[in-house]
Every structure is written in structure tokens, then in C-alpha cells.
């Protein structure tokens, strides 16, 4: 490779999957500084070529030894795998950008919005941790309403989200089962799903991740969970009253939500439409008829408001809006790679980074 | 037709679409007390024979003289065709359950949902009005939930639409583009959808009908102020806080709801079930992973609710959940038999009926 040694060694764990693939079309896309590019992923993939930056480079099998001498991991595959191997890469002086719910909620690990709260990054221990999809459009928006109206009174979210949200094999099964049952009679409709709890062509299911048994958060779904711990951590709004319902869609890529979002104080459409015209990563629709849609905007980078009006229940203090974004995007990959780049920027990684680390650094070895 | 003469006279009108067809097979499956059934339709579809209580009956053209002799009529063609012709039918001596949304927020038109204020029925002048298909599930779960708390303080809900709202070419759209879109490419999906303003095939559609271009409702669609403002007149609570965000998906049949509903007190979780198991025509969901599915409720007659819980952003007086129904039944045609059954009980429907009417009623004739 033609960058400078100088540069960091960066990791793509689990490079083989959807979000995975996303990260490395990103970091070519982008330029991302790095001296070389290190594709991790199972036993059953590794082996594979890929092509970065105009050269292929083989996939390696995902292996504690395999973090020696790698300055900055981005980590996609799966909680199981983060579980088992950020620990390593974090001993062996890597910075890692995990994109699990593993170490979300954990005080020590920043949870990062790029573009949102930067200033986090600067308190890590090693690991920092992209938020999950439907939390992650959410914020650029919810950060540039903070400052209205005396501040967020409350937020009630139902979101509309897309199978790749559940990987590769769930657009498959999508793909598949809608061929069979597009002329299906009711009654007639495929069954025996195997990346969905019920049949998901021509149907909702409102059930993403495991249910909540206890309270405050009894018959949530983790998803929802997710979406109201991970935006409270965010905002650094520990108290903020906000609800979640979570819907997967037969949509293959891209999140929709619905949102309400209350004031303090009243609030006028104006100041509103100034403050998401003048936010960072946030593109408002100009007219009535010019809402976002998800398949729309695959594969775009911002996130999209539109049907932005005065809540009809709540009209002095309250608005509601349409929220679009590609999940894989700023909801997965896109994030990951800013938050790397904003590491860089900040001086918090370089090759053989000597930052404070959560886990006893093994011997750095070159 | 084997019934007697002294029962009234039962015209459908818009008897060949989506909802007509659902009307007749109902008054058929639940032993309506008619002694003739007349479809009426478009001069398109007029001629065709359509089965009925094991007799062929040929569907007549809609036009002012053939409500003569008509003591009832189920109207579901259309907003320009219930304009046009339900004075005509109403001015010859017939009651009128419309579909449409022309008369629902008349002063002097009851608007009915079957077993929530069939009282109102008792008001009537001629035309009794039927809400739409969203409004119409919802109303037997809030109609449940007034007592609790001190009553409602405010409804957030967000729609799940399915196509069939939009009628049978609706449904034949989305089937024939799907197919075109199921294995597409970003980019390269289908355009010129006639149905639809964008994409229907996996992609959501936040509108529904048109927008609304003044205050207090501006940038609302029309399909949205319409869940709001007929839930305050049903429920007769004129200044419900209530507000709807409403989405087209691409489901075949069967819309859901996303509720929050905030009452004025606290109340307990073990009320608000007591509450919607004690609720006729509502089904609740015995555990956690016991939802409802639009697919897996097509062609049944109940309200679902599901997922409910404690709302998080309201723990001591709010609750959310998930609510659907077929809105080709509740919404649409089972309401409307049930509305004619509850003026037959009444004696709001005779042959030949003497209610007082809206307008000038023409001479009886035989």
C-alpha cells in the first residue's frame, strides 16, 4: 500500500458481513488514513479476497493473535464475537470501534454519534461504542431541538425499520419469501422463517431483539431499550422521558421513524425548521409533498426529516416529523468510519497508540 | 329470495369493489333480514351477475331512480359518487350507511363505530356515517380506556396502513411491482406506480390522502386530521388531545397502530387490561410474543391489541401498545353491516321507513 507507515494498521472485524463490507467500501471511499487494512471474520470466510483500494487483500480468520500490531479495530460481527474478542484487541493497544450493543451502556465506553458528541471520545478506555441503528438517526436531530424551547420535555418514537437491520440473510429471506407469497390467497402465505419470529413479507412484526421482563422497561423489546437508554447516554439526558415502539418493515434497507417530540416551553414551526436546516448530517424536506422514503435514500449519507408540522395534540410545544436514514449507514458503517476519522483527528489513535486502556496492555510488539 | 316482504330492501352501492364485495358476503354470512339485495354500480360493471344467498342478482347502474323502492343503502363507492347520489337515495325515502368521508363531520350526521355509541344512530336523518378505517379500530380500545384515570389526556399514534385501503388496484400494484422490484438493485427500482405518489414495493409512503394547507392541521394529510378529528366526535370529546402520523407499508390488507395514551391520572397496567379484556369486540394479546400481525388477522372480525405496557416516558399514567385490525371489516364493510343491524334493532330501518329526513322525501313509491 501506497500510505505512509505512519498511519495506523486498521481491523474490520467481521469484514465479510453486510455492515462489514459497507466499512470497507467506506474507508476506501473516504481515504481513510490507514498504512494497511486488516480483514477479519469467521473460519468460514477468512480465506476469501477482498479488493481495498485497488489491490486484494485476503480475509484473515478472526483470532486474539490476530489484533498483534493493530492500532485501531472497527468491530461488526455480532455481540458474541465483541464478547469474545474486543477485550483482546483493547490488551494488544488497539482502540476499537465496536458497533455491538456489548459495551453500550457501560460508564467507562463512550457512545458516539459522530457529528453529535464528539467531546465523549476523549474520556475512552479503549473501546468507544457506535449506537444501535434507530437510536444512531435520531440523534443529530434530537441534539439540534435540545436547545428550544427550554429543552426536550419528552420524545415517543414508533419506529419503521428495514430486514437488513438483521443482516444479509434476513434481505434474503425477504427477497424469497416474497416471491412466494406475492399471489398468495390469505392463509396461504409462507411460514417457516428463519431470520424472523413470524412471517415478514407483506407483514409487520413489531418484536426486534429479545422482550424486557423487568420493569421500568417490562414488555419492551431490547430494541426499544436500546433506542431510550442509548439516546438518554448520548444527550447526556439521563432523565429524558422518551418511548419507543420498534417495527420491523418489508423494506430491505433503510429506517423510517415516527417522532413527537414535546417542549418545555412553546416552541414555534421556525425556530424548529432553523434549527434542523442548520444542523450538521440533517437534510429537512423543503415542501409538503417532498417527505423522505426509505428506499429513496439507500446507500446517501445524511439523515432525512420531513412531514415536519405542529403536533396537532401538543401545538404550542410540541412537533411531530418523519425521520429517514440507510441503517447501514450513519446507523452502522458510515458511523463507525466518522468516529475513526474524529479519533484520528483528535490524536486518539496512532500506530501503537499509548492511550490509557481498560485491560492491561499486553507488550506492544511491532 | 325466501325472506319476507317486510324485510326492508337493502341496496349496496359500489357492490364490484374491494369493500362492496365484503358488504355482500357479509350480509350473506350473517343472516341480514332483507328481502332483496340490489348492487348497484358503475355503468362499467353493471350487467355482471354476482352471487347471493345461493341466487345469481345482476348488478344494476347507480343512478337516482334506482333507489326507488330502497329502504337501506350500504355506500362504498367512492366520495364523488356518495356526493352525487345519497341525497338522491335519502330524498326516496332510504337510510344511508355511508362510507365515504362526505358527510362523517356533518353536525347532523351521526358517525358510528358498532358497539362504541350506537346511541347516536338514534339522531340520524337520513345518512349515518361509517370513519375511516383507521379510526374505526381504535375506537373500541379507547372507548375502553375513557373510564380509567380520570380520563384521556393524549393520544400519539402512528399508522401502519395496508394497501387494500386504497382499493382492490391498490392491492394488484403493489402484487405486479413487487414482483418487478423483489430482486432489484438500489437504483433500479420501478417507477410510474398509478396508485401510489412514490414506490410502494418495499418502501414506506408517509401519505396518505392530500395535505392540509391551514392551521390548526397544516401539514397534516387529510387522512391523519381525519383520525383525529373523528375520534373527538365519536368518543364525544371534543378537545381529545389527540394527534396521527399516517403511513402507507406494503402489506396487502390489515392496518396497525401504534398508540400512547396518557390518561389524567394514574392508573395501573392490571386496569388497563381489565379494562380491554372487559371490551367487546377487542382481543387482547395474552403475553409478550402473543402480538398481532396484519397477515395473521386478515379476514377476521375483532380489534387486536398487543405489546402492552407501561409507557416509559409516562410510567405512572400511561400505557402504549400495538392495535390491528382488517381494515377492510372493522374499517369498512363489518362496521357497516353492523350499523345496518343496529338501525334494524332500533327501528331505525323498516320497509319503507317514516324517520325524518334530511331532505324533501320523495313520494313512496312500491
Redesign the interface.
Known sequence: MSQSATQPVVAVLGATGLVGQKLIALLEKRRFPLSRLKPLASQRTAGQQIQFAGQSVEVEEACPEAFEGVDLVLASAGGAISQALVHQAVARGAVVVDNTSCFRMHPDVPLVVAGVNNEALDAHNGVIANPNCSTAQLMPVLKALMPLGGGLQ???V?T?QSVSGAGKEAIDEL?QK??LA??CA??E?PTGYACF???MA??????IDV?MEE??????TKEEWKL?VETRKILDLPQL???A?A?R?????GH?E?V?VDFNQPVSLDEVTAALRAADDVVLSDG??D?P????T??TDPVYV??????????EA?V?M?VVADNLMIGAALNAVRLAEALVARGLVTPRSQCAHLFEPAAATA
Chains 1, 2 share one sequence.
Not at 418493515?249 to 434497507?253: E, I, K, Y
Open positions: 419528552r420524545v415517543v414508533s419503521y427477497r416474497s416471491k406475492v399471489d390469505p392463509g402465505y419470529a413470524r412471517p407483506f407483514n409487520l412484526i413489531p418484536h422482550f420493569a421500568p422497561y417490562q414488555g419492551y431510550i422521558p422518551i418511548t415502539t417495527v418493515v418489508p423494506v430491505m434497507v423510517s415516527s413527537t409538503l409533498t417527505y422514503t426509505p428506499l429513496e439507500e446507500g420531513g412531514r415536519l408540522r405542529r403536533d396537532a395534540s401538543n401545538p410540541g411531530s418523519w
